[in-house]
């Protein structure tokens, strides 16, 4: 499976903005990259996912590069709610829908 | 439309006893998945069903674990002389097809499982 890279952690103030880099140099043509997060004591949630364009959703924003090899996850205006787990998955079309979950980026957002 | 529900959301075994988890997706879903997260870990893949089937138990420990979705009620994760090394939290996740073309899955709040 391919495997994907990110910080251990990172900090932002409230009210800025975030970027949440994930490598992931062996991605395959098909792959689908996913952010979820999860915030502590509870279970992850989707966040957002794209194939090769960047995206844009109620809760973040994707940029892929062009050649697909990392991708950041933008949110726009930290808030202490978004303080959590990021997690960056690549998912394969043909696989049998399992996650794979690496260490993430536990995001702390300070007043 | 009531999400993912996870029962108990905390379950405390003795060494040797047995520990059942259950899970309800959520309404029109019919794919389950479970994970387990030791603790300051990510999620570990364990298992996948449908109803009534097992699609894809790649992540699940050999022995003492088990896994049944069946047609009618909560998919159950079925633990067998649990040892302390059991203790983490197990999640359920649902979707309402199969995960090809990035389909979402939802989560719910987990079990948390002690074994003294």
């Known amino acids: 499976d391919a495997k994907t890279t990110q910080p251990n952690s990172m900090e932002s103030n409230e009210e800025e903005p975030v970027h949440l880099p994930c490598n992931h140099s062996?991605?395959?043509?098909?792959?689908?990259i996913h952010w979820y997060r999860q915030l502590p004591s509870q279970g992850p949630e989707y966040v957002i996912h794209?194939?090769?364009s960047n995206v844009n959703n109620r809760m973040a924003s994707l940029a892929i590069a062009e050649d697909r090899k990392s991708s950041t996850l933008i949110l726009h205006r930290a808030t202490l709610r978004d303080a959590a787990v990021y997690y960056c998955i690549l998912r394969r079309p043909d696989n049998n829908n399992d996650m794979r979950f690496g260490a993430g980026t536990r995001l702390t957002v300070k007043p | 439309n009531a999400g993912v529900m996870q029962n108990p959301r905390h379950l405390v075994r003795r060494r040797g006893q047995e520990a059942r988890l259950r899970c309800s997706p959520m309404k029109g879903h019919s794919h389950v998945y479970w994970y387990r997260q030791l603790p300051e870990e990510g999620l570990k893949f364990m298992v996948y069903?449908?109803?009534?089937?097992?699609?894809?138990e790649s992540g699940m420990p050999k022995e003492r674990f088990s896994a049944e979705f069946p047609k009618e009620g909560p998919s159950i994760l079925r633990i067998q002389q649990v040892v302390r090394g059991d203790s983490a939290a197990y999640f359920c996740?649902?979707?309402?097809?199969?995960?090809?073309?990035?389909?979402?899955?939802?989560f719910g709040p987990g079990t948390r499982l002690t074994v003294l």
């Open positions: 062996t991605i395959s043509g098909t792959d689908y």
């Open positions: 996740a649902s979707s309402p097809r199969s995960g090809r073309w990035g389909n979402e899955q939802f």
């Open positions: 794209g194939l090769t």
């Open positions: 069903l449908q109803k009534e089937n097992i699609i894809d």
